[in-house]
């Protein structure tokens, strides 16, 4: 069983990071397929008996992990702009399918000139197109729980670099902001000579 060595809120994220802001439509879609695919390859090296480990978010198993994002996305999109993520398996049953058949699914959308630049309009997210609401809501969630779904399960921690930097660029102009959303726990300090990954950690409650 993985060793926990701090937990923190993990919840979804209404930030729009900075960082995170998309350019064209296939920079986007190239940059999905990186970060999902990151997660995929987690997901399907997860042993039978490892998807019950506890997790870095409080409360939270490993399948919990995959729960969290298959769970909360699919409502936010339908409720901006009106289109059904695809819906799979139980994560309870089959988490690898039901993480496969979403992020196919997300990956379907992106593909689509059409869908991924038609309009989104969201409550609490405001006004965008919904490759930029997928660009800017997502895409670090799936970033940054990747790492808690390796923790949980003792797989490769390492996050793709340049993901990682460009979310570190949009997060710490927030400040003590993170906290206070009540999405993230206390931002952890380190050393000045910190690498980006580790100060991402740690700006998200994180200890790497």
């Not at 008996?49 to 409502?75: I, Y």
């Not at 726990?185 to 409650?205: H, I, K, M, N, S």
């Amino acid at each position: 069983m993985a060793t926990m060595r701090n937990l923190t809120r993990c919840e979804t994220r209404w930030i729009a990071l900075g960082g995170l802001n998309g350019g064209i439509m296939s920079e986007i879609s190239e940059r999905f397929h990186r970060i999902a695919g990151g997660f995929t390859a987690r997901v399907v090296s997860v042993s039978a008996d490892a998807w019950d480990n506890p997790s870095p978010c409080l409360g939270w198993v490993a399948r919990d992990v995959v729960r969290h994002l298959t769970e909360w996305v699919p409502p936010f999109l339908a409720d901006g702009a009106g289109v059904a993520v695809p819906v799979g398996p139980s994560v309870d049953a089959d988490p690898v399918g039901a993480w496969q058949v979403f992020s196919d699914g997300l990956g379907a959308m992106l593909s689509d000139p059409a869908i991924a630049a038609s309009d989104f309009d969201h409550p609490r997210a405001g006004r965008r197109t919904l490759e930029d609401a997928i660009a800017q809501f997502i895409l670090g969630d799936i970033l940054v729980h990747t790492w808690d779904l390796a923790r949980a399960t003792g797989l490769d921690e390492t996050l793709h670099p340049d993901e990682v930097a460009s979310m570190v660029a949009g997060l710490e102009p927030f400040g003590d902001d993170l906290e206070k959303s009540g999405h993230y726990g206390p931002r952890l300090d380190v050393d000045e000579g910190a690498d980006a990954q580790t100060r991402l950690l740690a700006l998200t409650g994180r200890r790497a």
